[in-house]
């Protein structure tokens, strides 16, 4: 750019782009465009998310080696990053359903995944069949020649009922129906792609990234014709991930095993005195004999259950309300999956619209309390969990 006026060499820094050698770590390229030298290559790259980066709505670099990472993750084909995981949620629902379409989905939802389910259908005409996720049977009885996808959490909120994915998947096997599971819960210990479902999905806001810094989505497909079904109308929906926001995540991705393995050794370790205080009615946590699905569980999470559990101090709805608003070193905060551990009351806070009945449908109890366990040592987390159980009961 010599010869240039100063303002014209400033808008055209040097763009180093490296040669015989290459970065180890993910780098950051925040940039939104690629140039090109031909006009057919830029042509070329519209094609498609395998052709030349242009315009980070399409594909970016970074964002890529996010959705090469968590690709191999869970064992699928190709995978599409969004801005948040309810962005995957919505993309991968909005992309393969139309009017008249019917979903068979597990009542223990996602808040957000449940209320675009009931928007789905009300303003969309996407008619949905709620199922237990305790008898694949109801699955086969629900079946339709419109049904499209079945829709399932490997572990769900707040409750920590575990699918048998399996027997699910091999209720539609056969079929056209495509098997959706929000994997957020339990990356690396639960793989769905195995036990036959078609889609994965996580929010990345949670144990992928895992230090509170971003927020983020993937859905990971066994298939490339349905990842590439889905990305066409994504890039149209304009769910794309922000380069920033992948990178952190890649980041969060070298320590996500050995953070998710510590988390659920101390959330079993937690479980257990909690099991056994006296004023303690009900421990929620897979890895438990008393679990309802502790037995699916053995299968589908061999190695741990993963850092959310959930209990109820005796008391009712206030004593789960002082508890969590009672400890110190724990923090009353909605999210999980997050390096410091959290707790939630959800009758009082994200499912403060329910009433008893509806909440007990649910399986949640007034005095429910979640704590998604962080990476301290258990012992400091006992100490907070024991002297608030002393205020709240
Ligand atoms: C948080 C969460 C989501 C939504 O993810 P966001 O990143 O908040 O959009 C979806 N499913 C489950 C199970 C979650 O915990």
């Known amino acids: 750019?010599?010869?240039?006026?100063?303002?014209?060499?400033?808008?055209?820094?040097?763009?180093?782009?490296?040669?015989?050698?290459?970065?180890?770590?993910?780098?950051?390229?925040?940039?939104?465009?690629?140039?090109?030298?031909?006009?057919?290559?830029?042509?070329?790259?519209?094609?498609?998310?395998?052709?030349?980066?242009?315009?980070?709505?399409?594909?970016?670099?970074?964002?890529?080696?996010?959705?090469?990472?968590?690709?191999?993750?869970?064992?699928?084909?190709?995978?599409?990053?969004?801005?948040?995981?309810?962005?995957?949620?919505?993309?991968?629902?909005?992309?393969?359903?139309?009017?008249g379409d019917h979903v068979i989905a597990q009542t223990t939802l996602y808040g957000g995944t449940f209320a675009l389910f009931q928007d789905l259908a009300e303003r969309w005409g996407v008619d949905v069949t709620y199922v237990s996720g305790?008898?694949?049977?109801?699955?086969?009885?629900?079946?339709?020649?419109?049904?499209?996808?079945?829709?399932?959490?490997?572990?769900?909120?707040?409750?920590?009922?575990?699918?048998?994915?399996?027997?699910?998947?091999?209720?539609?096997?056969?079929?056209?129906?495509?098997?959706?599971?929000?994997?957020?819960?339990?990356?690396?210990?639960?793989?769905?792609?195995?036990?036959?479902?078609?889609?994965?999905?996580?929010?990345?806001?949670?144990?992928?990234?895992?230090?509170?810094?971003?927020?983020?989505?993937?859905?990971?497909?066994?298939?490339?014709?349905?990842?590439?079904?889905?990305?066409?109308?994504?890039?149209?929906?304009?769910?794309?991930?922000?380069?920033?926001?992948?990178?952190?995540?890649?980041?969060?991705?070298?320590?996500?095993?050995?953070?998710?393995?510590?988390q659920s050794a101390s959330a079993l370790d937690i479980a257990r005195r909690l099991a056994a205080h006296p004023s303690v009615t009900r421990v929620h946590y897979p890895g438990l004999p008393g679990h309802p699905q502790h037995e699916v569980a053995r299968r589908l999470l061999p190695d741990g259950s993963g850092g959310v559990l959930a209990f109820e101090p005796a008391g009712g709805r206030d004593a789960g309300r002082v508890f969590s608003e009672a400890v110190r070193l724990i923090s009353l905060g909605p999210s999980l999956g997050n390096i410091a551990t959290l707790v939630m009351h959800p009758a009082s806070t994200s499912h403060r619209q329910m009433d008893a009945a509806t909440l007990a449908a649910a399986g949640i109890g007034e005095a429910t309390v979640r704590l998604s366990i962080g990476l301290e040592d258990p012992d400091d987390l006992w100490s907070d969990i024991d002297q608030a159980l002393a205020k709240a009961t």
Request: aromatic share 6%.
């Open 134 to 262: 305790d008898d694949p049977a109801e699955v086969r009885d629900a079946l339709r020649p419109a049904t499209r996808l079945l829709y399932l959490e490997s572990v769900a909120n707040p409750t920590t009922h575990v699918t048998d994915l399996p027997a699910y998947t091999a209720a539609v096997r056969g079929t056209d129906v495509l098997t959706v599971v929000d994997n957020t819960f339990a990356p690396g210990l639960c793989k769905p792609i195995e036990h036959g479902a078609d889609i994965v999905i996580h929010s990345a806001t949670k144990y992928l990234s895992g230090h509170g810094d971003v927020i983020g989505g993937i859905a990971v497909f066994a298939d490339p014709g349905v990842h590439r079904r889905v990305w066409d109308h994504a890039i149209d929906l304009g769910s794309a991930a922000d380069p920033f926001g992948a990178w952190l995540t890649v980041r969060g991705l070298a320590t996500m095993p050995l953070r998710v393995a510590r």
């Open 1 to 99: 750019m010599t010869g240039h006026h100063p303002q014209t060499r400033a808008v055209h820094p040097p763009v180093i782009v490296p040669a015989g050698s290459r970065p180890l770590s993910v780098p950051l390229y925040q940039g939104h465009l690629f140039s090109f030298e031909a006009a057919d290559d830029l042509a070329a790259a519209f094609g498609g998310p395998d052709e030349a980066f242009f315009y980070a709505r399409m594909s970016n670099p970074t964002v890529r080696s996010l959705e090469r990472a968590v690709t191999e993750l869970e064992g699928g084909a190709a995978a599409l990053a969004t801005a948040s995981g309810m962005g995957a949620v919505s993309t991968v629902l909005m992309s393969l359903l139309r009017s």
